[in-house]
């Protein structure tokens, strides 16, 4: 089973690639990060077309999360629980029959972006992950196997970005930020991409400023975590970076798992 994740940054202006990706790749399961539409608005037909079923949590103009699966999608939960006062679009969980008669839970998460540090908007990042360490505790209480895929953003290491020195005042790369990831891995969930290589240059994004792609100044902050009932079952990982060059394309590119 090939599971991927991508934030599309506006599912309708890279419609033209994710359908071109999604061809060429053929992926069974893709989680989508800020697809930018209303669940009215998402543009199915194509994608359906393509043999996929679709399932979106989203948000007009920014935000919004999808799932989109060649196998049925079951139990599907939008939003993350313990803030119902919490309107913003980041979270979408589901199930997906595996080969073997069992199941994968996956799940699309947007974290927040949390920059300036000092406002409010850096303490709901912390916050939100917060609550993401309850349900990952609830989830692998279950003993199934589940994928926590999206854009963290975060920084998880300095080897993780080109340079790590011109991120120490963005909220990506604070201690806060990055012992909130190293809390969920130590809860027992494993990041795909350090399971098989701690090669460094290895990114997910570029910002389109200031030439980052044609320098190479990237950074990883697309992850897929996995609960050990699916580490035990990680057959390989990939970053399709060559999407990044395309026409109109997405800032990040998609980064998938294989599960035997």
Known sequence: MKIATWNIN?????????????????????????????????????????????ATHGQKGFNGVAILSKRPLEDVTPRLSGDEDDVQARFLEAIVPDDNGGIVRVVSAYMPNGNPIGTEKFSYKLAWMERLETWVDERLALEEPFVLAGDFNIIPEPIDARHPERWTDDALFQ??????????????????????????????????????????????????????????????????????????????????????
């Open 10 to 54: 506006g599912v309708k202006a890279r419609l033209d690639g994710l359908v071109t990706w999604l061809g060429e790749a053929s992926p069974d399961v893709v989680c989508l990060q800020e697809i930018k539409s209303v669940d009215e608005a998402f543009p199915r037909e194509p994608i359906e077309a393509l043999g996929y079923n679709v």
């Open 175 to 260: 201690p806060e930020t990055r012992n909130a990831y190293r809390k969920l891995t130590a809860r027992g969930l494993t990041d795909a991409l350090r399971a098989v290589t701690d090669a460094g240059d290895i990114y997910t994004f570029w910002d389109y400023q200031a030439g980052a792609w044609q320098k190479n100044n990237g950074i990883r902050i697309d992850h897929l975590l996995l609960s050990p009932e699916a580490a035990d079952r990680l057959a390989g990982v990939g970053i399709d970076k060559h999407v990044r060059a395309w026409e109109k394309p997405s800032d990040h590119v998609p980064v998938w798992i294989a599960l035997s």
